[in-house]
């Protein structure tokens, strides 16, 4: 009787999942890295859902991520990170040749994406965006003054019309000065500026356009939001440089005729 009912409560074990039809696959996140390195930039687009990714693909030309899939069920859940300094701006999501709408949430450095489709077998997803690198390092642009700890580097993030500063072994009782000219970045019309640590709004010293920020040992980001960034420093930056490359040709240019000239 005993050995009748422990068959019979294996029997029951094994019946459960097929019963309540819920495969052990769909419970299962396949996630999957891949790392992008352009230049002195190193990115990762990091994939994970109910399906494979078989081939992964960047073009930095077209501002598209593309991704091969195969799926083993009929409903997928995908999810995707990437970097807004990889591919950001108005972004598009075209699965199989049709645009969808996914849910889309921005944070500071990072998009992720969730997305549901339906069908077995192999499918094509690109992302497009409108920036790639779009982005400028202006550490050596603005004047500022750390205690107890360095500074890694300046980023302007026209998107978010923000100054992203990114901290090297900050220490406990740290404090960051920096003057914000306005052709750099535009306070709001109170002249205030909003400033984030760690994505969470903080409050600040200001003295004309010098504000002063307090930071601990868990401090990785300050972001300090106005109305506007680098408008006028994107703009000619690109010039600057044509206008330095036409002298200097010029130069070598004149240096060279007035060598045939004392030749002559």
């Not at 019963?19 to 999957?32: E, Q, R, V």
């Not at 709001?188 to 909003?194: E, P, Q, R």
């Not at 690109?238 to 060279?256: C, D, E, Q």
Request: avoid cysteine; glycine fraction near 6%; aromatic fraction near 8%.
């Amino acid at each position: 009787m005993i050995k009748v009912i422990f068959i019979l409560f294996l029997v029951l074990i094994i019946s459960l999942p097929s019963a309540f039809g819920i495969p052990l696959s769909d419970k299962t996140a396949l996630k999957s890295t891949f790392p992008v390195v352009i230049g002195e930039h190193n990115f990762v687009v990091e994939v994970a859902g109910n399906l494979s990714a078989d081939r992964f693909d960047f073009s930095a030309s077209d501002k598209k991520i593309t991704l091969e899939l195969t799926s083993s069920l009929e409903n997928n859940i995908l999810e995707i990170s990437f970097s807004k300094r990889l591919l950001g701006g108005d972004l598009s999501f075209i699965i199989d040749g049709n645009e969808i709408s996914p849910d889309t949430k921005f944070g500071s450095e990072i998009t992720f994406v969730t997305m549901e489709f339906t069908g077995l077998g192999k499918h094509n997803l690109e992302i497009s965006g409108t920036t790639h690198l779009d982005f400028f390092d202006l550490k050596n642009e603005l004047d500022f003054e750390i205690t107890d700890g360095y500074v890694d580097e300046i980023i302007a993030d026209m998107e978010q019309n923000s100054l992203i500063i990114t901290l090297f072994d900050p220490g406990d009782d740290g404090s960051l000065s920096i003057t914000l000219p306005e052709d750099i970045i535009t306070p709001f019309d109170d002249g205030t500026f909003v400033v984030l640590v760690n994505e969470e709004q903080v409050q600040h010293i200001s003295e004309g356009n010098t504000i002063t920020i307090l930071f601990n040992s868990q401090t990785e980001e300050i972001e300090i939001i106005g109305t506007h960034v680098v408008p006028e420093f994107s703009q000619i930056a690109p010039i600057v440089l044509a206008t330095s490359l036409i002298g200097l040709l010029f130069l070598k240019r004149s240096n060279r005729f007035n060598r045939l000239s004392l030749v002559k």
